[in-house]
């Protein structure tokens, strides 16, 4: 019989009662089959792609509002917009052929903030967006239709009056539901909410092409997304916590299930690096990862947060350049610039990951070892690691199995560490990390051995195995106690080849 993580190791807590909490599926539909209708195109839109339809959307949202709740109808045709302003209890409904197109100027200037010095311009300003929703609450967005930026939408720290760099922002919203619709070409966000509970997002395509971040739920709760396709070339699929609304919060009971997630430059499912409140039970299943130059799936806490509780099961990883990467910073990018935070209690099951490199050629390596990085102040605790098969491209030199990668703390990229010195799994500053019936593979033959622990107190590995290293050494137990390994081996059936120093 195999034995299984005891005592310290976290065993994996069901997150049904937790998640039971979510209520947009049925809430956030603001109009029922008998609610009233607010044809655009009855308050003056033309949909010809050259008149600025924005005025007449106002005030159809507007109306529709202001009647108790409606839907919103935008039929087909091409509506060129400004900044068209959310109001509560609406549904706009996107007919198939229907498609708002972002102009190139007129746009809502961003607004002034007082804590805009802790987060990015994009991360501190609303207003300047294709659509804005400011305090808003049961709003849908149905149909199969398109919000397009139209090359009109940037990003950066210095844009043009009347330009924006936002396609959907939400702020201090409850009850929001999107479905069907498809955006594309977003600037520096398709989706950016802050301070928003309850959302269901279902059959969403995002595809920003060049421009930057898929989606960002940033001090947001009571998510849940599904059967989506999200593309992006920054982040694809972010929860962030900033300071922009001027106080902290918890991200706590979201799920991201049956979703396509692909970032070509970045980070497909990622943590941060914004980190002023802390996370909490939030859960990633039945994900399907095309694609990430930096992390496949990925946890920092730069500016003090608590990351805690997280589960990620059925995960199939392509063309990323680090699998799985778990870092604690000391950025402190936040009010009273706090110390490190924490993350514990994660788990990963049933995750998978062949042709790990990189999609495109950015700064640093192609390919990173899976890492978690604690700090000797705040390690990394209780990650569990059940049926994860990673299939690394190898290649690399026994030399590098003694590379010593620097201590960095304001800093998050993968690529901050360098050449990692084992091919599956480098861990720093941890306790209490358990591999159970996992399998680390190559391509290549790799003289690194495939796991190497430095300054952890508690590894576990059980029933899993590991490619034999073209080096010396399958595993490397530096400064590290308490190790327990029960029937693995090497995919051969050999014995593992464990060095302690």
């Known amino acids: 019989m195999k034995r299984r993580p005891t ?15 979510l209520t947009p599926a049925g809430a956030a539909t603001a109009a029922t089959t008998s609610a009233a209708s607010f044809n655009v195109k009855d308050f003056g839109a033309k949909g010809n792609g050259t008149t600025v339809d924005s005025p007449a959307f106002d005030k159809a949202i507007t109306a529709a509002s202001s009647a108790g709740g409606g839907i919103v109808e935008v039929p087909p045709g091409t509506y060129l917009a400004r900044t068209i302003h959310l109001k509560s209890n609406i549904t706009i409904n996107l007919q198939a052929g229907s498609k708002i197109i972002a102009s190139g100027s007129g746009m809502d200037a961003p607004e002034s903030n007082p804590n805009d010095k802790y987060q990015d311009f994009g991360h501190s300003h609303f207003n300047n967006a294709l659509l804005r929703g400011a305090g808003v609450q049961n709003v849908s967005f149905t149909g199969s239709g398109v919000i397009d930026g139209n090359n009109k939408i ?19 919203c409850k009850n929001i539901s999107i479905s069907g619709i498809t955006l594309r070409q977003a600037g520096h966000f398709a989706i950016i909410t802050n301070g928003c509970d309850g959302m269901k997002i279902d059959k969403l395509k995002v595809d920003t092409g060049d421009d930057r971040d898929g989606i960002n739920f940033i001090n947001s709760s009571n998510i849940e997304m599904s059967n989506s396709t999200i593309v992006a070339s920054d982040d694809a699929v972010a929860f962030k916590s900033d300071y922009a609304l001027g106080k902290t919060f918890v991200s706590e009971n979201n799920i991201v299930r049956d979703t396509s997630i692909t970032s070509t430059e970045n980070n497909a499912v990622q943590f941060g690096s914004e980190t002023c409140g802390s996370f909490r039970n939030i859960q990633f299943k039945n994900l399907t990862i095309g694609g990430a130059s930096k992390a496949g799936l990925g946890l920092v806490s730069m500016d003090g947060a608590t990351i805690e509780k997280i589960s ?16 604690i910073g000391n950025r402190g990018r936040c009010p009273g610039k706090p110390g490190p935070g924490k993350i514990r209690d994660i788990t990963f099951k049933n995750v998978t990951g062949t042709g790990l490199t990189a999609p495109k050629d950015i700064p640093g390596d192609p390919d990173y070892a899976s890492t978690i990085s604690g700090r000797t102040d705040s390690p ?13 491209p190898g290649g690399h030199p026994a030399s590098e199995a003694s590379a010593t990668p620097p201590e960095v703390s304001d800093a998050y990229p993968p690529r901050i560490f360098g ?13 209490a990390i358990g591999f159970v019936d996992s399998v680390f593979e190559f391509d290549k033959t790799d003289g690194r051995p495939a796991i190497l622990t430095n300054d952890v107190a508690g590894v576990f590995l059980s029933g899993t195995k590991v490619e034999r290293s073209g080096g010396s050494y399958d595993v490397t137990w530096q400064k590290s106690s ?7 081996t090497t995919t051969s059936g050999q014995a593992l080849r464990i060095r302690t120093q």
């Not at 990394?380 to 690394?392: G, H, Q």
């Not at 084992?422 to 500053?429: A, M």
Request: net charge positive.
């Open 154 to 172: 940037e990003t950066g720290e210095d844009i043009k009056a009347g330009i924006a760099d936002k396609m959907l922002s939400l702020t201090l």
């Open 482 to 488: 308490a190790q327990q390994v029960s029937d693995s």
């Open 419 to 431: 050449k990692r010195p084992s091919y599956g799994f480098w861990i720093r500053h941890a306790k």
């Open 312 to 327: 990620y099961e059925n995960i199939k990883l392509t063309k990323t350049g680090s699998p799985i990467f778990l870092h």
């Open 380 to 392: 990394i605790e209780n990650v569990t690691f059940e049926s994860v098969k990673l299939t690394v």
């Open 7 to 21: 005592g310290a190791l976290f065993t994996v807590l069901s997150l049904t009662a937790a998640l039971a909490t």
